[in-house]
């Protein structure tokens, strides 16, 4: 299993750099989009649809995010659609997360894809939209998904229920604890301010997300990065809700010893929308 993790991720990364750091944005705009599809199959699939259905699904996804594309939604200012993207999650969540497992199979199946089809969308516009600012931008929104996973993964098996009593959302995620949440929050502030700082010393010509934070204030780049951190959370949380629901281990094989798509993209579904969100308002 471990050597298969690690052929998979290899070969990820051997097609996701270059795309990324590629002369123009469209080879990872184009990369995303299909990943983008594969999720939207994988959502189809979660949600009790049979292969027609979902490859119907990851089209209709397709057509919007190509929709979109073609009325020049990239270039836009966009900030409304932002705002209503990060309510929808901010609230969305809150909902979900008090219905528990339970909860989720009593929306009908309808509004259950249109939503999931909906915010793949939006996160594909936002991936674009990020790309066109610059890699230094789009990178630093990745990093702040990966360094709360990663954080929280560590802090959770060192101090795991040391603090506190009970378990973050057992019901839905029981590995999760408190301690696991406060530690990848205090990576991302870390990651945070540093990355702002790093900005700062080096003059960099593509400001990255906690520089555009920086010129509302550094405590609006303190709470927006716990913020964020949250919501990563959060992000991963829904999915494994849903999972749970479905009663499936992972969303799909299509990435082996990783799961499906879903499961490596969870954390940014809510994060970079709101990322988009936060940097319109500042400006």
Same mark, same amino acid.
Request: proline share 4%; glycine share 10%.
């Given at each position: 299993?471990?050597?298969?993790?690690?052929?998979?991720?290899?070969?990820?990364?051997?097609?996701?750099?270059?795309?990324?750091?590629?002369?123009?944005? @469209?080879?990872?705009? &184009?990369? $995303? =989009?299909?990943? *983008? !599809?594969? %999720? +939207? /199959?994988?959502? #189809?699939?979660?949600?009790?649809?049979?292969?027609?259905?979902?490859?119907?699904?990851?089209?209709?996804?397709?057509?919007?995010?190509?929709?979109?594309?073609?009325?020049?939604? @990239?270039?836009?200012? &966009?900030? $409304? =659609?932002?705002? *209503? !993207?990060? %309510? +929808? /999650?901010?609230? #969305?969540?809150?909902?979900?997360?008090?219905?528990?497992?339970?909860?989720?199979?009593?929306?009908?199946?309808?509004?259950?894809?249109?939503?999931?089809?909906?915010?793949?969308?939006?996160?594909?516009?936002?991936?674009?939209?990020?790309?066109?600012?610059?890699?230094?931008?789009?990178?630093?929104?990745?990093?702040?998904?990966?360094?709360?996973?990663?954080?929280?993964?560590?802090?959770?098996?060192?101090?795991?229920?040391?603090?506190?009593?009970?378990?973050?959302?057992?019901?839905?995620?029981?590995?999760?604890?408190?301690?696991?949440?406060?530690?990848?929050?205090?990576?991302?502030?870390?990651?945070?301010?540093?990355?702002?700082?790093?900005?700062?010393?080096?003059?960099?010509?593509?400001?990255?997300?906690?520089?555009?934070?920086?010129?509302?204030?550094?405590?609006?780049?303190?709470?927006?990065?716990?913020?964020?951190?949250?919501?990563?959370?959060?992000?991963?949380?829904?999915?494994?809700?849903?999972?749970?629901?479905?009663?499936?281990?992972?969303?799909?094989?299509?990435?082996?010893?990783?799961?499906?798509?879903?499961?490596?993209?969870?954390?940014?579904?809510?994060?970079?929308?709101?990322?988009?969100?936060?940097?319109?308002?500042?400006?």
């Amino acid at each position: 299993m471990l050597k298969q993790r690690v052929i998979t991720a290899v070969v990820l990364l051997a097609i996701l750099l270059p795309a990324l750091f590629a002369s123009t944005p @469209l080879p990872f705009t &184009l990369l $995303v =989009l299909a990943m *983008v !599809a594969a %999720a +939207a /199959w994988e959502w #189809g699939r979660l949600n009790g649809l049979g292969q027609a259905g979902s490859v119907l699904t990851a089209v209709l996804c397709l057509a919007l995010c190509g929709l979109a594309w073609q009325q020049g939604w @990239l270039a836009r200012n &966009l900030q $409304v =659609l932002w705002i *209503v !993207a990060g %309510a +929808a /999650w901010v609230l #969305g969540s809150v909902a979900l997360i008090r219905a528990g497992v339970p909860g989720w199979s009593t929306i009908p199946r309808s509004i259950r894809l249109v939503g999931g089809v909906l915010a793949l969308w939006a996160t594909w516009l936002a991936v674009a939209q990020a790309r066109a600012m610059g890699v230094n931008f789009l990178l630093s929104i990745m990093v702040l998904v990966w360094v709360a996973d990663i954080f929280a993964y560590f802090a959770g098996r060192t101090f795991g229920l040391k603090f506190t009593k009970n378990k973050l959302a057992p019901a839905i995620s029981p590995g999760k604890s408190w301690e696991g949440v406060w530690g990848g929050a205090t990576g991302v502030l870390v990651l945070a301010v540093g990355w702002a700082l790093l900005d700062r010393h080096y003059g960099a010509t593509v400001p990255s997300f906690y520089s555009h934070l920086v010129q509302a204030g550094w405590p609006l780049l303190v709470v927006a990065a716990l913020f964020m951190a949250a919501m990563s959370v959060v992000g991963d949380l829904i999915e494994s809700l849903i999972k749970r629901s479905a009663g499936v281990k992972d969303s799909s094989n299509l990435l082996p010893g990783h799961g499906g798509v879903l499961d490596r993209i969870d954390a940014l579904l809510p994060t970079l929308p709101l990322a988009m969100m936060l940097t319109t308002l500042v400006h």
